[in-house]
């Protein structure tokens, strides 16, 4: 257990939906990283939060849209959903050094 | 910036034997160097990492050595058993932004 938290584990819905996925970092970090991973494909860095403040994006699309709060939980919006947005979308935390620890995962169905 | 190649892209050896997977990296800046394991449908996990002042860092059957006059760094894994099986993902970073560049992942088959 990495001490990153996810939710949900699961989620399925239909295209043109918007969704929700939340990541708890480990106790102390204070930076949250977003990933997407396609099925047999690597790991697509999507946006780095530091401390509530946006820090580096990678390859988001418009759709989609991150924050980080004050206690340090951080929300991924995904909005008008496509087929191709299926995906596993990990979250990541580090405490200020490079090494990253990733959560479980959420896995989203997108019908 | 950044970019981190990764081969091979399968990886497949008899069990017992030797693996090795290597990654090059473009940014002579990089300092920092993880390999993440991931099983099929897990999270990727930390095996191993080295830093940019050292050549080489051993942890009982996992080894990663660094060449920084080439900008490459390689994973050993000797006496592979069944549970080695996985992608393994390799990455470099620069202090400065503390962000991960991925390479796109090896697959590691062990043939019993």
């Known amino acids: 257990d990495s001490g990153v938290t996810q939710t949900p584990k699961h989620l399925i819905t239909a295209t043109g939906q918007r969704v929700t996925l939340r990541c708890s970092p480990r106790?102390?970090?204070?930076?949250v990283y977003w990933y997407q991973q396609s099925l047999d494909q690597g790991l697509q860095f999507l946006i780095q939060?530091?401390?509530?403040?946006?820090?580096a994006k990678g390859n988001i699309l418009e759709r989609f849209s991150a924050q980080q709060f004050p206690d340090l939980h951080s929300e991924l919006n995904l909005s008008s959903l496509e087929l191709g947005d299926s995906a596993l979308y990990f979250c990541?935390?580090?405490?200020?050094?490079?090494?990253?620890?990733f959560g479980p995962g959420t896995r989203l169905t997108v019908l | 910036g950044e970019n981190v190649e990764q081969h091979p892209s399968t990886l497949s050896v008899q069990e017992g034997d030797s693996a090795v997977i290597k990654c090059t990296y473009s940014d002579s800046a990089s300092n920092y160097f993880p390999w993440y394991k991931q099983e099929l449908g897990k999270r990727p996990q930390l095996i191993i990492d080295i830093r940019s002042n050292v050549g080489e860092k051993k942890d009982q059957r996992i080894a990663v050595t660094l060449n920084k006059t080439a900008k490459h760094f390689s994973l050993h894994i000797t006496e592979t058993q069944p549970e080695d099986s996985a992608v393994y993902f390799c990455?470099?970073?620069?202090?400065?932004?503390?962000?991960?560049?991925w390479g796109a992942g090896t697959k590691l088959i062990i043939k019993p």
């Open positions: 990455a470099a970073s620069i202090d400065s932004n503390y962000q991960l560049i």
């Open positions: 990541a935390s580090s405490g200020g050094l490079d090494t990253q620890y």
């Open positions: 939060y530091y401390n509530g403040e946006e820090r």
């Open positions: 106790s102390g970090d204070l930076s």
